[in-house]
């Protein structure tokens, strides 16, 4: 707002006494030199009625009724009634997170405790796996040693075979070439070859009748190590099925364990929700106070005000800057209380816009007065 300062003709006691007199005012020089409030009182109304018309009777209504306003009870009535619904509503949500809470802590106590009861036998569990690991690396170790005496075994009776092919061949060569008589002499040395040849192919028949039951040994041996085999492969299998439930047990300790740790996140999190529910219930009551005695302080500070502004009316032409201050400090008083009070907020500026278009009226037709004043008598005024 621009604000303009003006410079006031100097008028001596006598001029100024003689021009007061002309409004039916009685005054003396002792007066204008040592003013009374109850004497600038009377000459700011004398100014004010002779620009305005104005008079001190009918500014008495208007104080009246701010006054009135000022100590109007229920003012902030609807800001606590407000608080006092949120302060409700959030005692209600935190009861709302103390059954929730209540609820997650029972159920990790019963994960706990499950978990608890179930950590004996996962600990067997674990202790039988790894037997049951070692156990199987052992059988398939002695597996590939089988395997390869069962493979040694099958060339071994390949070749025998082969053997005794070639053997029944050259028999029958030899029985084919025996039958051809070509001289007695040869056929003796012939029947001495065959007679040596028989007790060879006796001895042969014998060795070979013993391989034959080493053969059948180790064939039911391999007989009985396939079986072996077969047992260990379906052990194998069993034990695979049991590693498999292992497995899934394990799986399902960490699932209940995971879900362990999302609880305990959950509850964390419902604390600390919990902590801000009461912190901010705590501050509500604290802005609730905080309003109360706010709006008693202003209470108290604008009846303080009023009673200063009062005081201070008389003294209107000295404190004029401090009062366009103290103006300006009511106006930013105002602009807090309408943020938390908006019914009473337009109420207070329409009402202080009413007190500023007044008292500009009043200080520019007190300038005007002043001016037309200066014109009447012949002296010049300058405004800045």
């Known amino acids: 707002m621009e604000k303009k300062q003006y410079w006031f003709p100097s008028m001596d006691p006598g001029e100024i006494v003689l021009s007061l007199q002309a409004w039916g005012l009685q005054v003396n020089a002792q007066q204008l030199v040592k003013p009374t409030s109850d004497f600038v009182a009377r ?42 619904e949120k302060s409700a509503a959030l005692v209600g949500e935190r009861e709302q997170v103390s059954r929730e809470l209540a609820e997650v802590r029972q159920r990790i106590a019963m994960i706990k405790a499950q978990r608890a009861e179930d950590e004996p036998l996962c600990e067997d569990l674990r202790a039988e796996n790894a037997a049951i690991t070692a156990h199987l690396i052992a059988t398939k170790e002695i597996q590939g040693t089988l395997l390869k005496d069962i493979e040694a075994l099958k060339a071994e009776k390949m070749a025998e075979g082969m053997n005794a092919d070639a053997a029944l061949a050259a028999d029958a060569v030899m029985r084919t070439r025996a039958r051809i008589v070509q001289s007695p002499e040869r056929i003796k040395r012939t029947i001495s070859t065959m007679g040596a040849t028989a007790s060879e192919d006796k001895r042969t028949l014998a060795a070979h009748e013993v391989k034959t039951r080493e053969l059948q040994t180790k064939v039911s041996a391999l007989l009985n190590i396939e079986k072996d085999v077969r047992a260990s492969v379906e052990q194998l299998q069993t034990i695979e099925k049991e590693v498999r439930a292992l497995e899934l047990s394990q799986r399902e ?72 201050r103290q103006v300006e400090e009511l106006r930013g008083e105002a602009d807090g209380i309408e943020r938390k009070m908006a019914e009473h907020s337009k109420k207070s500026e329409a009402e202080l816009g009413e007190l500023f278009a007044e008292y500009w009226r009043l200080r520019h037709a007190t300038e005007v007065y002043m001016e037309t004043l200066a014109n009447k008598l012949g002296m010049q005024v300058s405004a800045v």
């Open 43 to 84: 000459v700011y109304t004398a100014c004010v009625e002779q620009v305005s018309g104005i008079n001190e009777e009918t500014l008495e209504g208007p104080l009246e009724a701010a006054l009135a306003s000022l100590d109007e009870p229920n003012t902030c009535q609807g800001f606590v009634n407000g608080l006092r």
């Open 253 to 324: 300790v960490a699932d209940s364990k995971d879900n362990s740790d999302e609880k305990k996140i959950e509850r964390t999190e419902l604390e600390m929700r919990h902590e801000r529910v009461h912190k901010q219930l705590e501050n509500a009551h604290e802005k609730l106070e905080r309003a109360q005695r706010h709006v008693e302080d202003k209470r108290a500070a604008s009846t303080q005000t009023i009673e200063r502004l009062q005081r201070e009316y008389e003294e209107m032409s000295l404190e004029r800057r401090d009062n366009d």
